[in-house]
Nanobody, 121 residues
Framework: QVQLVESGGGLVQPGGSLRLSCAASGSIFSINAMGWYRQAPGKERELVAGLNSLGSPNYADSVKGRFYISRDNAKNTVYLQMNSLKSEDTAVYYC???????????????WGKGTLVTVSS
């Protein structure tokens, strides 16, 4: 089993910044893709930013130029730097990871429990 623990959420004013972290632990041989999703009240969960197995990032159009995803492989941790936050960025942010627990075995997908980001004055 793999646990994903997010941190860094909170209340921030419009135009402000936050940095989310997600640490993966447990039975991990390797981590393929990692990413961040969010779900606003009354809306479906959507991809915010992701890093594929080659480390290439992709972003939702709504956050391009404002959010940046990075990863520390040594710590099995992925970060989401969020700048110029807007009220519409308010949501629960979830970490997602594709991990392999043993060489030669298929990857499995895991979700964190989420961290709330509220952008309000």
């Amino acid at each position: 089993q793999v646990q994903l623990v997010e941190s860094g959420g909170g209340l921030v004013q419009p135009g402000g910044s936050l940095r989310l972290s997600c640490a993966a632990s447990g039975s991990i041989f390797s981590i393929n893709a990692m990413g961040w999703y969010r779900q606003a009240p009354g809306k479906e969960r959507e991809l915010v930013a992701g890093l594929n197995s080659l480390g290439s990032p992709n972003y939702a159009d709504s956050v391009k130029g404002r959010f940046y995803i990075s990863r520390d492989n040594a710590k099995n941790t992925v970060y989401l730097q969020m700048n110029s936050l807007k009220s519409e960025d308010t949501a629960v942010y979830y970490c997602n990871a594709d991990t392999v627990w043993k060489l030669g075995f298929p990857s499995r997908n895991y979700w964190g429990k989420g961290t709330l980001v509220t952008v309000s004055s």
